[in-house]
């Protein structure tokens, strides 16, 4: 009889923009150094360079210089005790509409979990960072505090459910204005602890992890949607809204993994 052996499941993805036109600008732009981490885990790498699609009164619609997207995960059969993976994305010098820009976004998801089951599945945001976003040309830097999705528990589905069911203050970075059901399997939470700067005589508002662009559309920064068993980090999600109508996600990395046999 074959004996079993234990696996690491792993499961993860990594794009770095992705989306749609339909006013102004049109067509779709298919996700963007896009990597998919196999079950079988294993290490992959994925670059590109000098992305542009289409022209909106003489600029790139969207463009970015370059891109680098990672997985990684614990190769079968699994060598010890725990299992991990990892996604990374790195996206450098991106600009929409000649309205949003950014110098460099980083994002990162670790999954770890004891493939006997001994104890709870921990996914981490290990790295959020925002280096020179701009809009019109003024700097707005909203502040990404990830910690309470790292320690005391915040990286297991059971600690941070509990702490925002428990805790007022940190509840009021769920963002799905819904009542919160303790029952519930999914947390709709954002990075964002402190907006960014508000420029409102060039139409530039921000609150909490939106800002408000005049003429362009809602910029929402740092989503992060938890369920027990994974973890989807949405650097920015943009809804545009004026000359140019579409959705946009920019940089976006999933992260999940699980033993096998259970």
């Excluded at 009021?172 to 700067?197: F, Q």
């Amino acid at each position: 009889m074959a004996t079993s052996k234990t696996r690491y499941l792993a499961a993860g993805t990594v794009h770095v923009v992705a989306g749609f036109f339909t006013k102004g600008v049109t067509g779709s732009i298919t996700a963007q150094t896009a990597n998919i981490l196999p079950l079988i885990g294993g290490e992959y790498t994925l670059r590109q360079t000098d992305f542009r699609f289409k022209k909106f009164k003489g600029k790139d619609a969207v463009r970015f210089k370059s891109a680098v997207a990672e997985t990684s995960g614990t190769r079968e059969p699994a060598p010890g005790p725990m299992g991990t993976s990892t996604v990374t994305a790195t996206l450098v010098d991106v600009e929409v509409l000649g309205v949003l820009r950014v110098k460099q976004i980083q994002a990162q998801l670790q999954c770890s979990l004891p493939l006997n089951g001994s104890g709870d599945a921990t996914i981490t945001v290990t790295k959020a960072v925002f280096e020179g976003l701009s809009i019109r040309g003024h700097l707005i830097a909203p502040h990404l505090e990830i910690d309470s999705f790292g320690q005391n528990g915040g990286n297991s589905w059971t600690g941070l459910h509990a702490r925002v069911l428990s805790d007022p203050e940190f509840r009021k970075r769920e963002t799905s204005g819904a009542p919160l059901d303790p029952e519930s399997e999914a947390l709709h939470m954002t990075l964002v602890d402190h907006p960014g700067t508000s420029f409102e005589s060039d139409g530039i508002t921000c609150a909490g992890n939106r800002i408000t662009v005049k003429d362009f559309g809602i910029i929402h920064v740092g989503e992060y949607l938890v369920t027990p068993y994974k973890r989807h980090l949405t650097m920015l999600r943009l809804e545009l809204s004026g000359p140019v109508d579409g959705n946009l996600t920019v940089v976006d990395v999933y992260g999940n993994g699980q033993p096998y046999p259970p």
